[in-house]
């Protein structure tokens, strides 16, 4: 099966405690694409500008990527400078370019009409409508959003969570969006609002899916997924793409959708996110392979089953 | 088997967003007492003032918990004031009256000495050293501690980290215990001070149990176990001494310490922090029945587990 993702492709800038990159490939299209590249076939949607090479664009076809959804624009590639400190969790943005991101406009080539799954990366929900509703076909439609939409976007917003099944976001976009600071009832007040289930990231503690009641097979109890207690945290950038990747990269592979398939793939999501900030920018992405993609899942299956 | 707990019995004066109560039972030995009382013998060694009334030590009395190291003072019991906001993991201290508590010293009835397990709940450092040293044929020690201790009285705290074998404390305390911002790496510092594992708790995210290599037959892997996704935390007070005892209570109850039995406790510990927050002071702790905490044992499973 194949997941069609739109989102932005981007150039970091960053600083962690274990050092500095200028320029590096990032955005959340490209750290899930190469995610989800792991489990099954993705194409993308983005805009670059014209110092995006096709070196960049190659990373992405290595890993059998579909980028004939990337537009080529006049100005610069959408670049990100930030800085993370000991908190890894907290990421401080020193400057945000948007250049041709400020005025993208999501066109969806014909060859990619045929996905079979959807995912919205964090964009302005007016284009994140759109794409949905040009691509009424799909069998699920996951979707990422932030703050900045959440407080100044409200009634875009809303239209767009009508549209998807499954939203993820962190523990601080939820309790925002439902204006609750218990998890599980915001979890209920934000299902109320469309989505059939919302996975809820808690970084370093792992992540938990809520389902609404009678949605998906299986059973409605919420299920909690751990994260790998990890020594060094070299680059936190992309942790919650690539966890989206794996997440709806593993559905996509399996071609139905019921409770078991969504544990997996909150599993899956986890291990992705675990690999992804082990080294700078999306480099651990690129080099994994399967079989240590199995290795960890059998990690993060011993870190929480008892028998 | 049983188990010994030496800490405080007190009066707990708090408002929550769900009510207010003034003076109450609580106090850590109280909280861990009913516990554990779910799993196995309990002794307590503390000490009350008198204002402490037959029917406060009923309480304890009526879960088969002996009382008869619970010494009566003359003055009043210690009695903590406080409240909790939104955020339910942080209480706000508004008086602490310590009044007998200060000039406890801990002695251990003769019919006490032939406990088979110890926890040290969190007390004075110099006086958990004592109780331990008092009691040297014990199995497992087990130990809890605050950041009051861990800024202000290292060496004590030094002293009473080599004698015991596992250490409960919280993220905030193991990363202010071991002055490192990871905890994987916090734990492992910690370990290196003494205790053979190190209890994690995450508040609401669950709890991550860390073994120091080859002490524990089984592997030394981390495992984590979750906390229960809670739509109402009436109460957040005694929630950690709740754990504590259902760890504890548990690991007594099953006469051997090994890397299986550590997993389950953390599952139990969990367990009846669970109920512990559900209620007002140790009210739900009282009614709990062996039924109902295997029913929600069997939640903590179905949220965790694959299969």
Redesign the interface.
């Known amino acids: 099966m194949s997941i069609l993702v739109v989102g932005s492709v981007a150039f970091d800038t960053l600083k962690t405690p274990y050092g500095e990159r200028q320029k590096i490939l990032g955005g959340a299209a490209t750290y899930f694409s190469l995610s989800a590249s792991h489990f099954t076939d993705v194409r993308v949607v983005a805009v670059v500008g014209e110092d995006f090479t096709a070196e960049n664009e190659a990373v992405m076809n290595k890993r059998g990527v579909d980028t004939r959804g990337i537009q080529h624009a006049k100005g610069k590639t959408f670049h990100w400078t930030g800085e993370y400190g000991?908190?890894v969790n907290e990421a401080k943005t020193l400057n945000t370019e948007l250049n041709v991101f400020e005025t993208f406009e999501p066109s969806i080539p014909a060859e990619y009409h045929n996905s079979d799954y959807l995912f919205l990366a964090n964009i302005d929900p007016v284009l994140q409508v759109r794409v949905r509703d040009a691509m009424p076909n799909v069998q699920l439609v996951g979707g990422d959003t932030m703050n900045y939409w959440i407080g100044g976007h409200r009634q875009n917003l809303e239209k767009m969570l009508q549209r998807v099944d499954v939203l993820l976001i962190n523990d601080t976009e939820a309790k925002m969006l439902a204006d609750d600071?218990?998890?599980?009832?915001a979890?209920r007040k934000v299902m109320e609002l469309g989505p059939r289930a919302l996975v809820i990231k808690?970084g370093?503690?792992?992540a938990?899916i809520?389902f609404r009641d009678g949605q998906f097979a299986g059973?409605h109890?919420?299920?909690?997924a751990?994260a790998l207690?990890?020594?060094?945290?070299r680059d936190p950038t992309g942790a919650g793409d690539s966890f989206a990747g794996g997440f709806m990269g593993y559905i996509a592979s399996q071609g139905e959708v019921n409770r078991?398939v969504l544990?997996?793939a909150m599993?899956y999501g986890g291990v992705m996110g675990s690999f992804a900030v082990e080294r700078f920018g999306t480099e651990r992405l690129q080099s994994l392979t399967r079989e240590e993609i199995e290795a960890r899942f059998q990690?993060f299956?011993?870190?929480?089953?008892?028998d």
């Open positions: 000991e908190n600071s218990s998890l599980p009832r979890a808690h370093e503690y792992g938990t809520f059973g109890h919420p299920f909690r751990p207690p990890l020594d060094e945290v078991r544990k997996q599993f990690i299956r011993e870190l929480t089953h008892l």
